[in-house]
């Protein structure tokens, strides 16, 4: 299983990026991926999550209306837009996946076990 992060970068606050988690080695289309982060000091936390069976989605409250997760089966891809970023949203963003993991709307269940090098976003004041 390999997850490779790309589409990091630094924007102004208000600006967007949008990442990708290119996914390789296994069968996509089994698979949970999330999207998490980790600030410097800070704990890592789940940001959005996706069902690559179902669609179904997830996002952490800070992120909801501003943040975006979408599957692209066919290249095996997960994108994660960003939009109206903030300072605190500055974080490496790392990608992971796991075939356990149930996404529903309201929660996240299970251990993804299978994690990307990360990307980091900075987002200027």
């Known amino acids: 299983v390999q997850l490779v992060e790309s589409g990091g970068g630094l924007v102004q606050a208000g600006g967007s990026l949008r990442l990708s988690c290119a996914a390789s080695?296994?069968?996509?289309?089994?698979?949970?991926i999330g999207w998490f982060r980790q600030a410097p000091g800070k704990e890592r936390e789940g940001v959005s999550c996706i069902s690559s069976n179902d669609g179904s989605t997830y996002y952490a409250d800070s992120v909801k209306g501003r943040f975006t997760i979408s599957s692209d089966n066919a290249k095996n891809t997960v994108y994660l837009q960003m939009n109206s970023l903030k300072p605190e949203d500055t974080a490496v963003y790392y990608c992971?996946?796991?075939?356990?993991?149930?996404?529903?709307?309201?929660?996240?269940?299970?251990?993804?076990?299978?994690w990307g090098q990360g990307t980091q976003v900075t987002v200027s004041s």
């Open positions: 992971a996946a796991d075939r356990e993991v149930v996404v529903t709307t309201g929660e996240v269940t299970g251990l993804f076990h299978y």
């Open positions: 080695g296994f069968t996509f289309d089994d698979y949970a």
